[in-house]
């Protein structure tokens, strides 16, 4: 019984630190790139088994939190001026609620077709610039 206890608390421990590891790539990318987390953890996400539009739904989630840390630190170490954000921040919340009531209507096939769009013209911009 001890040594089915040790294999189960040795694997979550395993499986944990595989998620940490995971989320500290994601948190890089994000905060170097200004973006692009959640194009690495929309995949992470669904390899380990949640479905496409969860997937979405818990990146967005997961790097609010992330984006908000490296903006009051690029805030504080004045790299960034807010004033220059303003323009965006108004239309980048009404994208993000129209986002929102979209995910509910799109297929998880269109889903992934649209977003492999994005990975694409971003690639494609990336290499070209």
């Known amino acids: 019984m001890a040594k089915i206890l040790l294999v189960i608390c040795l694997k979550n421990i395993k ?10 790539g ?16 929309v ?20 790097i609010l939190p992330i984006t908000v840390i490296s903006a009051v630190l690029y805030l504080v170490k004045g790299t960034v001026s807010l004033s220059d954000s303003f323009a965006f921040i ?4 009404i994208g993000s609620v129209l986002a929102t009531f979209a995910l509910k209507k799109l297929s998880n096939d269109w889903l992934r077709r649209i977003f492999g769009g994005f990975m694409i013209y971003a690639g494609v911009r990336l290499l070209t610039r």
């Open 26 to 41: 994601v948190g890089l990318v994000n905060g170097v790139f200004g973006a692009g987390g959640g194009m690495l953890a």
């Open 43 to 62: 995949p992470l996400l669904k390899k380990s088994g949640l479905d496409q539009k969860s997937a979405h739904a818990n990146a967005v989630a997961v």
């Open 90 to 93: 108004p239309t980048g919340l």
């Open 15 to 24: 499986n944990y630190l595989k998620s940490a590891s995971l989320g500290l």
